[in-house]
């Protein structure tokens, strides 16, 4: 088996034992770096190795399960209906938003890292749909950047969910106030109704 392989099976074993635990507790974030390793049966070292941070790895297990949850809601009929990029994103943050509020214990824990900690160099899968709905009009930096704040404002939308539902009397659990909600904020963001 090649080094390379052995990190592979080392991954999967911390992305499940992360999964396991964090299933098993009412706070995720309460997993440890040490219980993850114990879990695994590997090094707690090999955390930092294999994922950099306890919070990255956090972060990748709910992308797994998010990746499943996307598929599950027919995420690449929407990418080929043929409809207009706005459309699209408004879709396809709804759906987003619907797999965070499903599992909103996740959500929790990874707000913080997707907020304060998240590469952004790495791509979104926003940004494409920006740029097609501008069409040249803004630079991929103000695309990207308008991509950033679309995801994050959602992200931080949700994870205050019961504050905006006593402060503003929106449910976001109600598919019609979250979908409302998306709509309003996309169309804010890229022009509209």
């Known amino acids: 088996m090649t080094k390379e392989e052995k990190l592979n099976i080392t991954k999967e074993k911390l992305l499940t034992a992360t999964m396991q635990l964090m299933r098993e507790r009412e706070d995720p974030l309460s997993v440890t770096t040490r219980q993850i390793a114990a879990r695994a049966d590997v090094?707690?070292?090999?955390?930092?190795?294999?994922?950099?941070t306890r919070d990255k790895l956090l972060h990748k297990v709910f992308e797994k399960e998010y990746e499943s949850f996307l598929i599950d809601k027919g995420v690449m009929k929407i990418l080929e209906s043929g409809q207009p990029p706005k459309d699209i994103l408004k879709q396809l943050h709804f759906v987003v938003a619907q797999c965070l509020l499903e599992n909103f214990n996740f959500t929790q824990v990874i707000t913080n890292f997707v907020l304060f900690k998240r590469?952004?160099?790495?791509?979104?899968?926003?940004?494409?749909?920006?740029?097609?709905?501008?069409?040249?009009?803004?630079?991929?930096?103000?695309?990207?950047?308008?991509?950033?704040?679309?995801?994050t404002m959602m992200q931080l939308i949700i994870y205050r969910k019961d504050e905006i539902k006593k402060g503003f009397g929106i449910d976001l659990d109600n598919d019609d106030d979250l979908k409302h909600v998306i709509d309003m904020?996309?169309?804010l963001l890229l022009g509209g109704k």
């Open 119 to 151: 590469d952004l160099t790495e791509p979104s899968f926003s940004v494409q749909y920006v740029k097609a709905h501008y069409n040249g009009k803004k630079t991929d930096e103000e695309c990207k950047l308008i991509a950033y704040e679309m995801s």
């Open 43 to 52: 090094k707690p070292s090999m955390i930092n190795y294999c994922f950099g």
């Open 185 to 187: 904020r996309i169309d």
